[in-house]
């Protein structure tokens, strides 16, 4: 009975997917999309893997981490060197761009993750957050980035026109983190989320299974910075600071905690809106902040959640007088 709920679930789910694919793709070539929502496009993808990543260590792991945007600049540094430094087509030097950015992410997830989640609460997220401050540091010092002048001239190829492939990139970052989280090893990293102590008693492994979580959550991560930097064509260090961190844990919050779906639809709307808003003018961060509440109230979560929800948002207080 379980298995044939399950089969049902992947079915409707991979359906849900095709329809929304073929309706934004009708949208885009029937020019039905104005300019300002074909922007929009590669931008939803992107927030989408980078909450989704998150939620991964924020939600199912049960951890705050302030770093997600360190992980994004080293994913999107490295793919934009590789493809300025590589004169083949697109179908071969992006996705080699792509593994090379979440190669390079993983390996400072690891780097990161061994000596930093043996820290709980508050303590993991200053450290974290001044992680994010290192790379940026790095990135502002080093000749081959262009220090703070940033790199220019990176081949656009994640804008609109290539949305399939990047939409595609997106749904395999959903199912591969929602497989993860309901695999063996998914158990064991919600868990460690709900005990942490009868977890390591039980034998479950708790630093193995947390660096894990870490360091997937990086990989995607290092992948979403790939293709922001093939999208926009340019990228300055100062745009991975810690308010980018922050911009991703308010959807993975507003979306709910350890929920994918609210990941995803939070992701769409949180990117969305601020266009939708634009013609409010002087009403415009009045909407948005009650649509932020609206959210708050009625998305997805149980009562768990929220809590979880309100647990994040007061150490974020702490952590800001702290650092």
Do not use: W
Not at 19 to 41: A, K, M, P, T
Not at 216 to 231: K, L, M, R
Not at 271 to 276: D, G, H, S
Not at 289 to 315: C, G, H, Y
């Amino acid at each position: 009975m379980k298995n044939r709920q399950t089969d049902k679930q992947l079915i409707k789910n991979i359906a849900i997917t095709i329809i929304i694919f073929i309706i934004v793709e009708s949208l885009l070539y029937g020019g039905l999309l104005s300019r300002q929502f074909r922007s929009l496009l590669i931008p939803v993808c992107i927030n989408v893997i980078l909450a989704v990543s998150l939620n991964l260590t924020t939600g199912f792991l049960g951890e705050l981490t302030l770093g997600h945007a360190g992980f994004m600049s080293v994913g999107a540094y490295t793919g934009a060197l590789v493809t300025l430094n590589m004169n083949l087509p697109m179908a071969i030097e992006f996705p080699v761009a792509l593994f090379a950015g979440g190669i390079a992410a993983a390996i400072f997830g690891v780097i990161i993750g061994v000596p930093v989640l043996r820290l709980r609460g508050d303590y993991l997220a200053i450290v974290t957050l001044a992680f994010g401050e290192i790379i940026k540091s790095i990135i502002n010092s080093m000749k081959i980035t262009n220090g703070a002048m940033g790199l220019s001239g990176i081949e656009l190829h994640a804008n609109y026109k290539h949305f399939a492939y990047v939409f595609a990139l997106t749904v395999i970052t959903i199912f591969a983190i929602k497989n993860m989280v309901y695999s063996r090893q998914g158990r064991a990293v919600c868990a460690i989320r709900d005990n942490y102590i009868a977890a390591e008693a039980v034998g479950i492994s708790v630093s193995r299974f947390k660096v894990m979580a870490f360091v997937v959550a990086a990989f995607f991560a290092g992948i979403a910075g790939v293709i922001y930097s093939h999208n926009v064509g340019t990228l300055k260090p100062t745009t991975f600071d810690y308010n980018k961190s922050i911009e991703i844990l308010v959807i993975v919050v507003l979306g709910g905690m350890g929920s994918i779906r609210g990941s995803v639809i939070a992701a769409i709307i949180l990117t969305v809106l601020p266009e939708l808003l634009r013609s409010a003018d002087e009403f415009r961060m009045l909407l948005y902040a009650i649509v932020l509440i609206v959210m708050m109230i009625f998305n997805s979560s149980q009562i768990k959640q929220r809590i979880l929800s309100s647990e994040i948002l007061s150490r974020l207080r702490r952590v800001k007088k702290e650092a």
